[in-house]
Nanobody
Framework: QVQLVESGGGLVQPGGSLRLSCAAS????????MSWYRQTPGQQRDMVAA???????NYANFVKGRFTISRDNAKNTVYLRMNSLKPEDTAVYYC??????????WGQGTQVTVSS
């Protein structure tokens, strides 16, 4: 089992920045992939960014150039730095962890609200 604890959400004005963190604990091995997804009410959960334990990176087109995903493998923690935030970035952001043949593990979600 793997547990995920997210932090860093909140209210920010348009153009502002936030950094989300997600710490994984439990039975962890490499290789693995840690990702951020986001979801608004009534909509599907969309991938925002993903990073592999070996350095693989993937970003959704709608965040390229504004968001940066990174990770600290020693701490099993993934970060999402979000710059130039827009009202349409408002969502619940979820951390996802996947390794080997395991089913994906999800965090509890953290609310990000971009509003003036």
């Amino acid at each position: 089992q793997v547990q995920l604890v997210e932090s860093g959400g909140g209210l920010v004005q348009p153009g502002g920045s936030l950094r989300l963190s997600c710490a994984a604990s439990g039975s962890i091995f490499s290789p693995n992939v840690m990702s951020w997804y986001r979801q608004t009410p009534g909509q599907q959960r969309d991938m925002v960014a993903a990073i592999g334990s070996g350095g693989f990176l993937n970003y959704a087109n709608f965040v390229k150039g504004r968001f940066t995903i990174s990770r600290d493998n020693a701490k099993n923690t993934v970060y999402l730095r979000m710059n130039s935030l827009k009202p349409e970035d408002t969502a619940v952001y979820y951390c996802k962890f996947q390794q080997g043949g395991d089913s994906a593990y999800w965090g509890q979600g953290t609310q990000v609200t971009v509003s003036s």
